[in-house]
T-cell receptor, first 112, second 114 residues
Framework: AQSVTQLGSHVSVSEGALVLLRCNYS??????LFWYVQYPNQGLQLLLK??????LVKGINGFEAEFKKSETSFHLTKPSAHMSDAAEYFC??????????FGKGTKLTVNP | GAGVSQSPRYKVAKRGQDVALRCDPI?????LFWYQQALGQGPEFLTY????????KSGLPSDRFFAERPEGSVSTLKIQRTQQEDSAVYLC????????????FGPGTRLTVT
């Protein structure tokens, strides 16, 4: 069965610092991979996705992620955190079925 | 354009009551999904429709949960005889067609069972 693991349920960074949110997946087939962001009392908004092709994917708001098949990872990064980045981030995968399988989420706090 | 909308946004039910949650997908989207998000957890798949056909209901936790999409657009998730463990946010998502993997999510309905 497919699973997604997000290391660190809470990550705290200073404004202007590097953001690194970790995601590992297990899949018997090459998955499609996604990062979603959720602001309080709102639905999920797609940040970026990997389907095929270039393994470094750029998304909205300056975020990017790199698909590393050998490490089964899809970590999310942003060079310089902004206060508005404070939210919960979810990594998700699908491969072999229609549904998305989500990680438990990482809550990002940005300190001034 | 209009996104996925869900109603009500908040619902409080007494244990044992039946509830119905509505999802209006993006117009023309063929695929529709329901997910359940418990507090502090990621969303978990409940069921999937392609047009009016329910192709996967493997995630429905019990026979108290029922979903329908009779005309291939609006969908309703019904929970009978609600229990406290049903308290969660119920998210609806739609997708243009099965060939596109990105799902567009609504704001969710927060259900609290007292």
């Amino acid at each position: 069965a497919q699973s997604v693991t997000q290391l660190g349920s809470h990550v705290s960074v200073s404004e202007g610092a590097l953001v690194l949110l970790r995601c590992n997946y297990s899949s018997s087939v090459p998955p499609y991979l996604f990062w979603y962001v959720q602001y309080p009392n709102q639905g999920l908004q797609l940040l970026l996705k990997y389907t095929t092709g270039a393994t470094l994917v750029k998304g909205i708001n300056g975020f990017e992620a790199e698909f590393k098949k050998s490490e089964t990872s899809f970590h999310l990064t942003k060079p310089s955190a902004h206060m508005s980045d404070a939210a919960e981030y979810f990594c998700a995968a699908n491969g072999g079925s229609e549904k998305l399988v989500f990680g438990k989420g990482t809550k990002l706090t940005v300190n001034p | 354009g209009a996104g996925v909308s869900q109603s009500p946004r908040y619902k409080v039910a007494k244990r044992g009551q039946d509830v119905a949650l509505r999802c209006d997908p993006i117009s023309g989207h063929v695929s529709l999904f329901w997910y359940q998000q418990a507090l502090g957890q990621g969303p978990e798949f409940l069921t999937y429709f392609q047009n009016e056909a329910q192709l996967d209901k493997s995630g429905l936790p019990s026979d108290r949960f029922f979903a329908e999409r009779p005309e291939g657009s609006v969908s309703t998730l019904k929970i009978q005889r609600t229990q406290q463990e049903d308290s969660a946010v119920y998210l609806c998502a739609s997708r243009p067609n099965p060939g596109i993997n990105e799902q567009y999510f609504g704001p969710g309905t927060r259900l609290t069972v007292t």
